[in-house]
């Protein structure tokens, strides 16, 4: 999943005396276990400044007055838990988001992916998908995607059902257009969507090697080995126990030599496994498993 920073603090959020603070933190703690243990998902290592903004964000578009509250409704209505794991999940992207990456992608790993047969990528915490529409533009530009099998993960089954769909706010165009442009695009980015359904439908033939499926990085295991993992912008939300779980998760994920690509305010500085790697382009966070 790919995101930005929520920085709104609801004002019912931010006015906690410390006392409130400490029963907050418990009526916090107490929600996340709820969740956990009645529908398997698990926030619980999640940053707390961030879960916290979240959980009000919630608590307020219901018209809650405290955690509790929140935490009375989700145990028994299914629907509610579906509304909030849209605000737990973050669903924020974006289409060549922070092109240089995409930049960087093409002139350091693209050289060495053209040694493959065949290549395998995940993209995990996909979000809406717009990263994954990207990455197979621009395979399928290099001439690579014939060769590709893209994964495409999230742990929410609504926003992977809008990736498979391939269907875009027609109004971010432009906003894409010059990132695509940023990135080093090839072609007119046009040619790669029709206005149609109200907004941007994108060229079926970019989902041919792509599978869409659901997998949570805080409780799944891996799949399959990767030539590359993707997952830029998802880390940033967890707490340091978790990220280093994510990090090990990878490691095993990846073959000998696969690439790692993380967000431009991620890193695997103090990870477990940062002497496992090279770093093979600083600002946009590339790294290949080196042992």
């Known amino acids: 999943m790919a995101l930005q920073v929520d920085r709104t603090v609801p004002t019912a959020a931010a006015d906690v005396s410390p006392y409130d603070a400490e ?9 996340l276990e709820g969740v956990y243990r009645q529908y398997g998902f698990d926030f619980r290592a999640y940053a707390y400044a961030s879960i916290r903004r979240r959980l009000w964000k919630r608590i307020e578009a219901e018209g809650l007055a ?27 992207t974006a289409m060549f988001r922070d092109p240089t990456f995409y930049r960087a992608f093409r002139q350091h790993v693209v050289p060495l992916l053209r040694t493959y047969p065949f290549i395998r990528i995940w993209h995990a915490g996909c979000a809406t998908g717009e990263e994954v529409y990207s990455m197979a533009i621009l395979l399928q530009e290099e001439g690579l995607y014939e060769r590709c099998r893209l994964y495409a993960t999230d ?7 809008k990736a498979k769909e391939g269907i875009f706010p027609v109004d971010r165009m432009q906003e ?25 439908l994108f ?3 970019l989902t041919k090697n792509v599978v869409f499926s659901l997998h ?8 399959s080995e990767f030539n590359v993992i993707l997952c830029r912008n998802v880390m940033i939300y967890f707490d340091k126990a978790l990220q280093g779980k994510v990090h090990r998760l990878f ?19 103090f990870s477990p496994h940062e002497d496992r790697y090279e770093q093979i382009n600083g600002p946009d966070k590339i790294y290949r498993k080196a042992r």
């Open 23 to 31: 029963l907050e933190r418990i009526e916090i703690e107490l929600l």
């Open 66 to 92: 405290t955690v509790s509250a929140l935490q009375d409704r989700v145990l028994h209505e299914p629907q509610m838990m579906e509304r909030l794991l849209l605000d737990l999940s973050i669903n924020v």
């Open 155 to 161: 742990i929410n089954e609504v926003v992977l059902q």
């Open 176 to 200: 894409y257009t010059e990132n695509y442009i940023a990135a080093g695009g090839k072609k007119a980015f046009s040619d790669y969507y029709l206005a149609k359904y109200g907004g941007a």
């Open 203 to 205: 060229d079926p033939s």
């Open 216 to 223: 949570n990085l805080v409780t799944d295991r891996s799949f």
């Open 251 to 269: 490691y095993e994920s990846l073959a000998m030599f696969g690439i790692l690509a993380v967000g431009n305010r991620e890193s695997l500085r």
